[in-house]
């Protein structure tokens, strides 16, 4: 057997040892689902009004779970008529909603019976505990989580627990989590004084300082000079928009329970746009074009809105207000190969910058269609199979770490997606190229070919860094907050060691600031220690002494985050940052 096979089978069976434990202790509980995560499994439960499980609670039914598994306890599968099935969990409301549903959809019931407990589940499960190592699992936390994860139905507690094959990989799970804890965004956040949230604003809507708007900004305008070369313009569009745009274009369907609704003063319904590619096809459409100007490349940062609920919101991670880096390319279907390279050598250079673009950092995914359910996309035969073999062509060209996964195209086109790893080896996708042979369908944009015929141009969709706040939590907690020099808000600091060289260290400052760095000056009336401090907490990457030998000498004592550089001048630690 597939050893992640027999993983899912112990972290599936573990989610019902779960449950067992959770009933022993509290037998008016109602249970809703259990499924496999990545690092493990969850129970969601519903408990009487007013009682939460407490950590020594997780304990007992960590140490519950091992005595159940000393038992050899077996799982036994058993096919059930919904008669029966209904019998069976008639005690149980959110199971009987499963049951109801599946009937409906004329799937098959199956439970699976481990000792006395007997439960709804399609399995897998191990045959036996025995299978299951008693010490490589662990009950970990609990969360808040609505029923089917909408906010409309009850809020139930769920309770995660992880699971691994062995210990050692336990452990290292464990160390794991306790560094990403240590690099939370949220944390780093608020003590680089990078963000913040308000009530008074909302939730999902955060609040950049000046330092966290010029890290947005250093962002922004290093994908916006990497593409520069490339041909790509600036174009800037309103941030509502009728509903007719998203209905033409086929997003309504789709996201018309995610969006914020505006009602101005007349009888038009607008809504707050969730997407800009709408919009783009706009621009394009709004003039006559000939072959002669395609490809036509158009590019915007800017925000879009969609109403998630609110317990899935995470700090930067998870939004309401979505900062976009996009960009859409339109062109002829054999202009499509040069493109996407222009977008694989500025994904490329942006990721190389950021020390990520490395053979055992990322990975990417060659999306193409399902060629035994072809019905499920949109477009001509030829069109996707010269697509598919033009995004290949590329990535072949570029030595891309590539593997061409079928049937992970979207509806309207293949693409490319580029998976990143962390420094935590988290994996993230990040940057994309995705081919679109819909909407310019739907919004009829068309071209004056050579011979005088109207054609129809292909539309390239393609982001960098993908949304602005998502990116900089990933960066947040990559570095730690210790972002590399050209990311860094700050990027030195100047510390006078006394009153006598405070107008020495103004003048560094003030060069520094003349050649290009970020610079600032530390003269708080505070040891000169504890601001060395303080700036080392806030991740700055060169600190500046000031002192008698270096007022004497016209020079500075300099430390960077690998250690001290010594004395310089103000030329050589500017060449030094250069």
């Not at 994860?149 to 139930?156: H, R, V």
Request: hydrophobic share 40%.
């Amino acid at each position: 057997m597939d050893t992640g096979d027999q993983l899912t089978r112990v972290r599936h069976s573990l989610a019902h040892l779960l449950a067992i434990a959770v009933k022993e202790k509290n037998t008016g509980v109602k249970l809703g689902i259990g499924p496999v995560i990545e690092s493990g499994f969850y129970y969601d439960f519903a408990f009487s009004s007013g009682y939460s499980p407490s950590p020594d609670d997780l304990k007992r039914f960590e140490a519950r779970m091992r005595e159940l598994i000393a038992e050899h306890l077996a799982f036994t599968l058993a096919e059930v008529s919904p008669d029966e099935a209904h019998a069976q969990f008639k005690d149980e409301p959110y199971k009987l909603e499963l049951i109801n549903e599946l009937v409906e959809r004329g799937e098959k019931l199956t439970t699976y019976t481990s000792g006395s407990f007997n439960d709804l589940c399609v399995g897998p499960h191990v045959a036996n505990t025995s299978e299951i190592n008693p010490d490589a699992f662990a009950i970990t936390h609990t969360a808040g989580a609505y029923w089917r994860g909408d906010e409309k139905n009850a809020m139930l507690t769920r309770i995660y627990g992880a699971a691994f094959a062995t210990p050692k990989e336990l452990a290292e799970w464990e160390s794991l989590k306790e560094e990403a804890a240590l690099r939370d965004h949220r944390k780093l956040g608020r003590e680089l004084g990078l963000f913040a949230f308000s009530d008074l604003v909302g939730s999902g809507l955060p609040l950049f300082t000046p330092k966290g708007t010029l890290v947005r900004d250093l962002i922004v305008e290093k994908i916006q000079t990497l593409q520069k070369e490339h041909g790509y313009e600036r174009v800037t569009i309103p941030h509502i928009t009728k509903r007719e745009l998203y209905e033409t274009s086929g997003h309504w369907e789709k996201f018309k329970d995610d969006l914020f609704y505006v009602k101005g003063r007349s009888e038009t319904e607008f809504v707050m746009k969730p997407m800009n590619c709408p919009h783009h096809t706009q621009i394009y459409a709004s003039a006559q074009r000939s072959y002669k100007e395609l490809p036509i490349r158009y590019m915007e940062t800017t925000a879009v809105y969609r109403d998630e609920q609110q317990g899935e919101l995470l700090g930067l991670s998870r939004v309401r207000a979505i900062t976009q880096d996009d960009g859409h390319v339109f062109c002829r279907l054999e202009q499509v190969g040069a493109e996407v390279t222009h977008i694989i050598h500025v994904i490329k250079a942006f990721y190389t910058e950021l020390g990520m673009f490395a053979e055992d950092k990322y990975r990417v995914s060659l999306s193409v269609r399902d060629m035994a359910h072809k019905e499920k996309y949109l477009g001509e035969d030829r069109n996707w199979a010269e697509a598919e073999a033009a995004l290949e062509k590329c990535a072949k060209r570029e030595a891309l770490n590539y593997k061409r996964v079928e049937g992970e195209a979207a509806f309207y086109g293949p693409k490319l997606d580029f998976i990143f790893k962390d420094s935590l080896g988290r994996e993230w996708q990040l940057g994309t190229v995705q081919i679109d042979f819909v909407m310019p369908e739907r919004f009829g944009l068309e071209y004056t070919a050579e011979d005088g015929s109207r054609q129809r141009p292909v539309m390239i969709h393609r982001a960098i860094a993908g949304s602005l706040e998502r990116f900089m939590a990933i960066m947040i907690e990559h570095f730690g907050g210790a972002f590399p020099l050209w990311l860094a808000p700050v990027q030195a600091v100047a510390f006078p060691v006394g009153g006598a060289h405070k107008e020495y260290a103004r003048e560094v400052t003030d060069v520094l600031k003349q050649r290009g760095v970020r610079a600032e000056l530390d003269e708080r009336d505070e040891s000169l220690g504890k601001r060395i401090r303080d700036s080392k907490l806030n991740k700055i990457p060169y600190l500046l002494v000031v002192g008698d030998k270096e007022l004497a000498s016209h020079t500075i004592t300099a430390e960077s985050r690998e250690g001290t550089l010594g004395a310089l001048t103000l030329e050589e630690f500017v060449s030094t940052l250069k």
